[in-house]
């Protein structure tokens, strides 16, 4: 009976040792796959926020153009009015 029993303990822990050796390797591949896409989502991030500050930035150039025509635009309007008179 004693043997038996020696047996059954044997079988318990090669049974739970061999299922936290499959966890570990389960949760590895899990982290890896995990880490893999957090970086592929900071690409796409990174990419966005370059688009985002280009954006500011022709929006800023824009605004100095708009400014500039508009100064342009009343130089001229001076102009016209000079030559009428």
Known sequence: MSDT?????IAGIASIGGAC???YFSDRKTVALITYRLEKL???VD???NVIERTYALEEVAAVQDEHIKN??????????????
């Open 21 to 23: 050796i499959g966890a």
């Open 5 to 9: 029993i020696i047996v059954a303990i």
């Open 42 to 44: 900071e690409e796409k």
């Open 72 to 85: 342009v635009d009343h130089r001229i309007s001076d102009l016209e009015k000079k030559l009428k008179t």
């Open 47 to 49: 990419k966005h926020n």
